[in-house]
């Protein structure tokens, strides 16, 4: 076959398929649309239903056993019963290039596809396409039918760690998912921009100031800012405690005034006293403020870059100003949102939202007695801030789901305020714990010591097998990655909400569904094309009409997904979603090994084997990327 002979295949595909056209029907670079297209064509001929009613009734089938395509028959409403419906348009169903004749199943009218056809549409696509393959720019196209238009706009708020405090499982889990939302956005077409909103103000820093001071360090700094002030923070923190400890018995002794002076001397009024520095502007407390946020960022910067995650702006509690806080504590108390009590500002919910949901959130305070901002309140003005600075399409916060009433509050009050454009774009990303979360020398503090730890973990298990290890290059680096692959296959294999045991063994180990499993599978790819040695022409024009094995027409089935599973993806915005699949699909390539063999085959069974084994690992590694992984090319 001619090199370009897999297009002209195609393009007669495209022909029977794409009959008509659908809103979301991308024939072109979406396999499974042509079968969408033209079985709707089929249908509706044969039913007269609404062309549109059809094509979106047909939805995937749970496993390839039941078929690569079903209807429920009930979901075109057309009067009758079901089975009987199915029955008689069998009657007049038509000999078709693409499917096979369907047979009704209860409700149900399962489809199989012809395999020949599906494998010319799926093989070539993905080959050509690569890194595209699945992505679909169209998403996030402001009007699909004019690009002119531009790009819908997409912002996402994630990792958003506190600065001189411990990186907890709430923060790994945050950026991991938001990593890999911003990456399905991209893929979608958004503009995407991502925000890291750090935890980086409040009488903490005036703590730490103090810490600095007495603690301080300037080399150690310079090393290992996030240790180094979170070492200082918890020795002042522990003075804090101690001198209260002792105010307080002094007071209990009746020596009032030396318990007295303890208080307005001690270590936290000082603290107290250098925050108010901070907040009103000193040049030179604000200097050294400024000196630990910018090495405790550089030093993130390299972490997140390990995960494959670059963010567009570090934002953060601090950079709220307090002059956007007052005019929106105002605003809230003229339209009757926000009232006073006991001398601070509160938003009894229960005033305006009626019934349970009201009373659901609660009485929070936007400002406190003193006067100072809260970080509901900073999460307001921030919000309206966004849409001032950005003019987003949508914003989506992954933040645990233990903020989900904070959450909840902030857009209400939002809402209330009159901003109900706005309200109506902005989404909570939530999830749930991961429990027993420690390295083996202690708990964890920051996301470094977990990375470490489980990069030597990996390090162990890989040594384990000494002739593969031997083999490996530069084990350090892949230990490197394949721990981290560890670590966050673990955090999405299950649904968001969920909580998860953070478990070292089961996560690191080859076998089961894990980061390790998908790197290997991915590497076996590699090594199987370097071995093969073909060229790119020689795999361009092989004849795709041998692959007619059980395995590999079920592997290509399955590629034919790809696109598909991206497009669920948008609407489940589940990690999940791509990794269940990304299994379902290895697992069908690693039982095909030895029934589709290459080396030794006549040379152009090779070559259609190659492209068959090159689109898999195009999927493969389309998908590990989407989900934040850096894919291994050797094994
Ligand atoms: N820094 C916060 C924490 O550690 C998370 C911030 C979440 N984002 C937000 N907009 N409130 O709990």
């Not at 080859?510 to 998908?518: A, M, V």
């Given at each position: 076959m001619a090199a370009n002979a897999a297009?002209?295949?195609?393009?007669?595909?495209?022909?029977?398929?794409?009959?008509?056209?659908?809103?979301?029907?991308?024939?072109?670079?979406?396999?499974?649309?042509?079968?969408?297209?033209?079985?709707?064509?089929?249908?509706?001929?044969?039913?007269?239903?609404?062309?549109?009613i059809i094509y979106n009734a047909l939805q995937w089938t749970a496993s390839l056993d039941k078929g690569d395509m079903i209807l429920a028959i009930p979901a075109l409403r057309v009067k009758g019963k079901p089975s009987e419906l199915g029955e008689k348009w069998l009657e007049s169903w038509p000999e078709s290039p693409l499917v096979e004749k369907p047979v009704v199943n209860g409700t149900f009218m399962p489809f199989f596809f012809k395999p020949s056809p599906l494998t010319?549409?799926?093989?070539?696509?993905?080959?050509?396409?690569?890194?595209?393959?699945?992505?679909?720019?169209?998403?996030?196209?402001?009007?699909?039918?004019?690009?002119?238009?531009?790009?819908?706009r997409m912002l996402v708020e994630f990792s958003s760690p506190n600065i001189a405090k411990p990186f907890h499982a709430g923060h790994l889990r945050s950026t991991i998912i938001g990593g890999f939302l911003s990456n399905l956005y991209t893929v979608a077409g958004w503009d995407v921009v991502r925000i890291n909103y750090l935890g980086d103000w409040g009488k903490q820093y005036g703590i730490l100031a103090v810490g600095f001071e007495r603690y301080g360090n300037e080399e150690a700094l310079a090393r290992d800012p996030i240790n180094h002030l979170f070492e200082i923070y918890v020795k002042v923190n522990k003075e804090i405690a101690e001198e209260k400890e002792k105010s307080e018995s002094l007071q209990k002794d009746g020596k009032t005034e030396e318990a007295q002076s303890i208080i307005e001397n001690g270590t936290d009024e000082q603290a107290r006293r250098y925050f108010k520095l901070m907040v009103d502007g000193d040049e030179k407390a604000l200097a050294l403020w400024k000196r630990f946020r910018e090495l405790s960022i550089d030093r993130y910067k390299e972490t997140y870059n390990r995960l494959n995650i670059q963010f567009d702006e570090y934002s953060g509690e601090s950079q709220v100003s307090e002059e956007a806080m007052d005019a929106a504590a105002k605003e809230m108390l003229e339209k009757g949102i926000a009232e006073e009590s006991q001398g601070a500002l509160i938003v009894d919910f229960s005033k305006h939202v009626s019934g349970k949901a009201g009373k659901a959130l609660e009485k929070p305070i936007i400002r406190r007695k003193d006067g100072t901002a809260l970080y509901l309140t900073r999460d307001i003005s921030e919000l309206l801030n966004r849409e001032q600075k950005y003019h987003f399409d949508q914003m989506i916060y992954v933040i645990a789901s233990q903020q989900n009433l904070h959450v909840k509050q902030f857009f209400k009050i939002v809402e209330l305020m009159g901003h109900k454009d706005i309200a109506a774009k902005v989404q909570h990303i939530n999830f749930g714990l991961v429990l027993g979360m420690s390295t083996r020398k202690g708990t964890v503090k920051f996301l470094d010591d977990i990375l470490r730890d489980v990069g030597d973990y990996m390090h162990d298990v890989m040594r384990k097998n000494q002739d593969k290890y031997q083999q490996v290059e530069n084990p350090d680096a892949v230990a490197d990655i394949l721990g981290i692959s560890a670590v966050m296959c673990q955090d999405m294999t299950g649904k968001r909400i969920n909580n998860y045991e953070f478990d070292m063994a089961v996560m690191t180990s080859?076998?089961?569904?894990?980061?390790?499993?998908?790197q290997y599978a991915h590497a076996r790819l590699c090594s199987i094309t370097r071995k093969a040695g073909l060229s790119e022409e020689d795999i361009a024009s092989a004849d795709l009409s041998l692959l007619t094995e059980a395995h590999a027409v079920n592997l290509v089935r399955v590629l034919s997904q790809w696109p598909d599973v991206v497009q669920n993806t948008l609407r489940t915005l589940e990690p999940t979603t791509v990794l269940t699949y990304l299994f379902k699909m290895t697992h069908i390539l690693s039982s095909s090994y030895d029934h589709l063999r290459i080396v030794g085959q006549e040379s152009e069974l090779m070559k259609a084997r190659m492209a068959l084994y090159d689109a898999a690992r195009i999927v493969l590694s389309n998908g590990m990327r989407l989900l934040g992984l850096t894919p291994v090319e050797s094994d």
């Open positions: 297009d002209d295949q195609l393009s007669a595909l495209l022909q029977l398929g794409s009959l008509d056209e659908y809103p979301n029907c991308y024939p072109e670079i979406n396999p499974q649309d042509i079968y969408r297209a033209h079985i709707t064509s089929i249908l509706h001929k044969i039913s007269g239903v609404d062309k549109t010319q549409a799926t093989i070539p696509t993905a080959r050509k396409l690569g890194r595209e393959f699945g992505a679909n720019k169209a998403n996030g196209l402001k009007d699909r039918a004019d690009p002119s238009k531009g790009k819908k080859f076998e089961g569904d894990t980061g390790p499993y998908l």
